[in-house]
């Protein structure tokens, strides 16, 4: 069976998590939760995971700890973590907005919130999942900074990592910290990623082709991580 | 030791207009929802409502009753965002301060310490700050490490549910969360918690016993009083009944559950199942 995007995506989540060691992983989303669970089972035996509520399960789905919310802003504050948020509009220094689309006096379409994102981003290794990457999604600049950019001053442990999208994965490991293509997914175009970003890209190297996910990966990721396939359903081809 | 047993009526008739009321719970989980629900049956109208927001946030917007809202997110959990918040926001003239879920928990423990500030790194060079031009820096006196200085939220009410309580306000979780109840109510003036029940001792591991009766003015038994959102173990979240609220017309969905009182809605629901 051929590797399919969501699968090339899932093992790009995955790599996120490379040498984090015994910190919280936490994944907001699908693939994402299936990357970082695909990484402890492979490269990152210590990560801790929870179960999305209150406890921290172990690979085989036991309690292995408590983590009520009151805790999780005890290990933001500590550092010990590192999220994957989702975005609806992220822009080139990393700038990602949950809030509100238009003036935040009176949106044009309200949204979730701040929520846990300025703590965040101010706090701890922070990296973002882009599903659907459109010019929509990827903007010049945001409407409302919910998790904060290499253009601000966030304090000393800001640290935005990489953006994973469904066509190809960024960094900000330019001088002036401007978003950077990494690779591009197996079968997409460059054009296609420049074509679908409200913004320019800085002048690129020949970028790299997305890893495909090994044998070991592919057979974790169909049989024992998500054997009913819904990953397909989060990312669009 | 005083007998603090009321009805939700008689918790609403000691709040008045205008007033700050903290509401416990998460988003869609342990919310006081009888008691919001006897909110809705009074004429109060302009609360500033300061809330990790789920529904409670949703049909008290839709009432009308909000002129101010204290948030970091409003979400159903499962439906992503509520229509009413979403409308009143979108539609309506809501003051808001919105700020990060841990700033909001840092602002409840000030209140709680009798402490104008805390100091934390959540909001740094966010639109939180841009967005309440209210909100301060500080340095630090050592390091010099410039951190938000997060106000005090002071509440005059706090509204809570919990899974039991004893008639002199001490009260349990039974859950996996205790979410921020008990913070919450040290911010708070007067202290309102609903309960599935009332006992006479409790039954579970002591750190179950979130709230002593010096955090509690006010005990009332509502069961199946946090409906639709989830009140785990008692029940799970009413995820069919949640998809409706969140789908319907807010005019028939008052006529049909929010007219008949406690009672009436509870009969309600259990008809419309």
């Known amino acids: 069976m051929a590797v399919t995007r969501a699968e090339v995506c899932v093992a790009a989540c995955a790599d996120l998590f490379a040498g984090d060691g015994e910190i919280l992983a936490s994944p907001m989303g699908l693939v994402p939760s299936l990357g970082a669970r695909l990484a402890r089972l492979t490269s990152e035996p210590d990560l801790l995971l929870s179960d999305g509520e209150a406890y921290l399960l172990t690979p085989q789905g036991e309690i292995e700890g408590w983590l009520p919310y009151r805790k999780v802003f005890d290990v933001v504050a500590h550092g010990t973590r590192h999220v994957v948020m989702g975005a609806n509009q992220i822009d080139k220094f990393g700038n990602q907005n949950i809030s509100a689309i238009g003036d935040h006096r009176k949106p044009s379409r309200q949204l979730l919130g701040f929520r846990g994102a300025p703590g965040n981003t101010a706090n701890h290794k922070t990296s973002y999942w882009i599903p659907r990457h459109s010019k929509r999604v990827l903007v010049d600049a945001v409407d409302v900074v919910s998790g904060v950019g290499y253009d601000k001053h966030a304090g000393p442990f800001h640290h935005i990592h990489r953006v994973v999208t469904n066509l190809a994965v960024f960094d900000f490991d330019t001088p002036d910290r401007r978003m950077r293509l990494v690779s591009v997914h197996p079968d997409v175009d460059i054009q296609e990623v420049s074509d679908q970003t409200g913004f320019e890209l800085p002048e690129y190297e020949e970028p790299s082709i997305t890893r495909d996910p090994t044998e070991q990966e592919l057979e974790l990721i169909r049989t024992v991580l998500d054997p009913g396939g819904k990953r397909d359903r989060e990312v669009r081809v | ?273």
Not at chain 2, 58 to 83: E, M, N, Q, W
Not at chain 2, 201 to 212: A, D
Request: proline share 6%; with cysteine; aromatic share 10%.
């Open chain 2, 1 to 273: 030791m005083r007998d603090k047993r009321m009805t939700p009526a008689e918790v609403v008739a000691e709040l008045s207009d205008g007033m700050t009321v903290g509401i416990g719970g998460w988003g869609s989980r342990r919310k006081p929802m009888a008691l919001v629900r006897a909110i809705l049956d009074s004429p109060l109208k302009n609360l500033t409502i300061v809330s990790y927001g789920g529904p409670d946030v949703g049909l008290l917007a839709a009432a009308g009753k909000i002129r101010k809202l204290v948030f970091g997110f409003v979400s159903l959990d499962t439906v992503a965002y509520d229509p009413y918040f979403q409308k009143l926001r979108q539609e309506g003239d809501l003051d808001v301060t919105e700020l990060d879920e841990g700033m909001f928990q840092c602002g409840l423990l000030a209140a709680g310490h009798r402490l104008p500030f805390l100091p934390i790194r959540a909001g740094l060079g966010s639109d939180v700050m841009r967005t309440n031009p209210e909100l301060r820096t500080i340095r630090s006196p050592y390091d010099g490490e410039e951190l938000v200085a997060m106000p005090a939220l002071h509440l005059d009410v706090a509204l809570i549910h919990m899974n039991r309580a004893d008639r002199h306000g001490n009260a349990q979780y039974l859950g996996p969360d205790p979410y921020f109840d008990d913070l919450f109510c040290l911010a708070a003036k007067r202290r309102y918690v609903s309960c599935e029940q009332v006992v006479d001792t409790f039954e579970g591991p002591v750190q179950t016993l979130l709230l002593n009766r010096m955090m509690v003015d006010g005990v009332v038994e509502t069961p199946n009083g946090a409906h639709f959102t989830s009140c785990v173990p008692d029940y799970p979240r009413d995820e069919q009944f949640q998809k409706l609220y969140a789908e319907a017309n807010w005019d028939s969905f008052v006529d049909r559950f929010l007219t008949g009182g406690e009672r009436g809605y509870q009969e309600a629901v259990r008809a419309w199942r």
